[in-house]
């Protein structure tokens, strides 16, 4: 029963570092976990990151693992990516979601989506 609103995405160079942002709407203790995904043209949805709301369980897709971090700002009831070290391949649109628990998230099992935000990564 979450809205979802995604922003920060845009063009950035190979190596260059983007934050996109997702405002969550509703009582954050009605949803388990909330995550991000990403979708390439042509390509399946795919997980990228997750994090469950007590904080202490963060996945992560191995592709990202050490550049991308995910966080949230309890108080303003927004999740966060910060990407770095981006390449070329990271290019995709990027999602929120909401779920019921980080193992679900990582299954793609959602209850919400954003509307999702382009990154594209220049060589």
């Known amino acids: 029963q979450v809205q979802l609103v995604e922003s920060g995405g845009g063009l950035v160079q190979a190596g260059g570092s983007l934050r996109l942002s997702c405002a969550a709407s509703?009582?954050?203790?009605?949803?388990?976990?909330m995550g991000w995904f990403r979708q390439a043209p042509g390509k399946e949805r795919g997980f990228v990151a997750a994090i469950n709301w007590s904080g202490d369980i963060t996945p992560y897709a191995d592709s990202v693992k050490g550049r991308f971090t995910i966080s949230r700002d309890n108080a303003k009831n927004t999740l966060y990516l910060q990407m770095n070290s981006l390449k070329p391949e990271d290019t995709a649109a990027y999602y929120c979601a909401a779920g019921s628990s980080v193992v679900l998230l990582r299954r793609r099992v959602t209850n919400s989506w954003g509307q999702g935000t382009q990154v594209t990564v220049s060589s």
């Open positions: 509703g009582r954050p203790f009605s949803t388990g976990a």
